[in-house]
């Protein structure tokens, strides 16, 4: 039975269906293809964290881009719908909604650690003075090795400088207070800010206004990693005043596998043509752009266009367009109402069962969270899979003890959870 009077939920599956019957956007599970278990009956997806489900609505988007192909040849460039050539203008208002950007700040091109390194060559302009760069503990391997050799790149040792917030000791996830404290120690050596935005192995969200004004009040440029995000919170970017953002669609943005990724730039620096930037054809002003005749110099598109390199790839942007129509549709306002219920209905559960099982390692103040929870298995990691497993729960897990389960507002319903909860409390030897 539910443990406080106050708390509108209580453990009994009935519960489960009620919030669902009351769920506005309930009807939206019916847009996405939901893997099957054995027998047919469709499984309980927590995994849109890694991998968002398709929308059902790619496979003919998919199927008319092939069939363009096949019959306009190479005049689709312009005769398709969208037309191949401006085909990236189609994220021009709906990718500046999504994350709060104008529209102009943001472009959908390449992948999420290509666009960071793109945003590094722009924006880390380390000197003898201010050359540090700052992530966070455990970031993801992909930052890590992004963030380090573009220091080595520039003759720097990551060593020394590649400075690492940490949790204080005893804690998994890192207080304001601690990135502050840092700020006022090194702020004045610190060049870049590069955190996540929701970290992915803790699902910790920072305070990305906060920081990002924090950080730039010492001198520094703050830039942001939205991979766990972007389509998972409601961002204000431009307001934030963030400089850039990066993040790949293919998570909670529903766009595929290794999906197209996305990029903000800050308008003022967008309309800064004089910005290094390794350049190509696509970011060049279109009407100069075929000029093949000769070595013209370098045009820059104004805002996040200009740092498009080459033609994208049209395969993996048609997914993105069905998706980010949902998104659009639903808006992020709406979906942050249902994702902070069914992750706190989650969290209810999870208390529930009592800390034998797992503790939470995600922070329980929904605002500093996303739709993820960490869990920490206490007692049997591989007993609580295997219950998980045999259930049809697909979840992912991050040795040793790490499981991570992502209820996302789209698709994924009150009894998704309740029975994710109940599998994992179930013992099997
Ligand atoms: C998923 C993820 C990546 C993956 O990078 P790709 O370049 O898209 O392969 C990088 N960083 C973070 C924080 C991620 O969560």
New binding site residues.
Partial sequence: MGSTSTSPFDVNRSCAEQLDANDPLASMRDQFHIPQREGGTPSVYLCGNSLGLQPKAVGPQMERLLSDWAKLGVEGHFEADPDWFSYHECFREMGARLVGGLPGEVVMMN????NLHLMMVSFFRPTKKRYKILIEDR??P??GYATSTQLIHHGLDPKAALLIARPPSGQSTIPLATIEEILENEGERIALVLL?GVQ?LTGQLFDIERITQLAQAKGCTVGW?L??TAGNVPLELHRWNVDFAAW?NY?YLNSGPGAV?GCFVHERHGHNLDLPRFAGWWGNDPETRFQMDEVADFIPRAGADGWQISNPSIFSMAPLLSSLRIFDEVGMEALRRKSELLTGYLEFLLKELGDGVVSIVSPDQPSERGCQLSLLVNDDPKMRLAALGQAGITCDFRPPNVIRAAPVPLYNTFQDVWEFAMALSHRIS
């Fill in positions: 992948s999420l650690t290509v970031a993801f992909s930052d996540s992915y990693d991979a766990h790949c998570k990724g």
